[in-house]
Nanobody, 123 residues
Framework: QVKPVESGGGLVQAGGSLRLSCAAS????????MGWFRQALEKEREFVAA???????YYSDSVKGRFTIARDNAKNTVYLQLNSLKPEDTAVYYC?????????????????WGQGTQVTVSS
């Protein structure tokens, strides 16, 4: 298995919470920065959050203070805690491995994308 597997999405009311998980293989996880992106219908894929192998965290302005990224290196898993959800957070959420040492927010610098998990926030 090379591609990660995301889980934890679902339907939630505005103001609610979800916890997403991304289980990756050791080969594409250990020592790498892992990122979460999302893509809403008819929109481009956008950066959400990333975490380096040493725990450094990066967030987009739109989710800062509401979402928290974490990783468990023993389980090759990265998590995204989504709090205070808004309808505009509705999207398919993907995780991926940063394989190029350039802008952490640019999806072009990532590989090994999963199938994604749908998050739908109702108003």
């Amino acid at each position: 298995q090379v591609k990660p597997v995301e889980s934890g999405g679902g339907l939630v009311q505005a103001g609610g919470s979800l916890r997403l998980s991304c289980a990756a293989s050791a080969r594409t996880f250990s020592g790498y920065t892992m990122g979460w992106f999302r893509q809403a219908l008819e929109k481009e894929r956008e950066f959400v959050a990333a975490i380096s192998s040493s725990g450094g965290r990066y967030y987009s302005d739109s989710v800062k203070g509401r979402f928290t990224i974490a990783r468990d290196n023993a389980k090759n898993t990265v998590y995204l805690q989504l709090n205070s959800l808004k309808p505009e957070d509705t999207a398919v959420y993907y995780c991926a491995t940063r394989t190029r040492p350039y802008a952490v927010q640019d999806p072009a610098n990532y590989a090994y994308w999963g199938q994604g998990t749908q998050v739908t926030v109702s108003s």
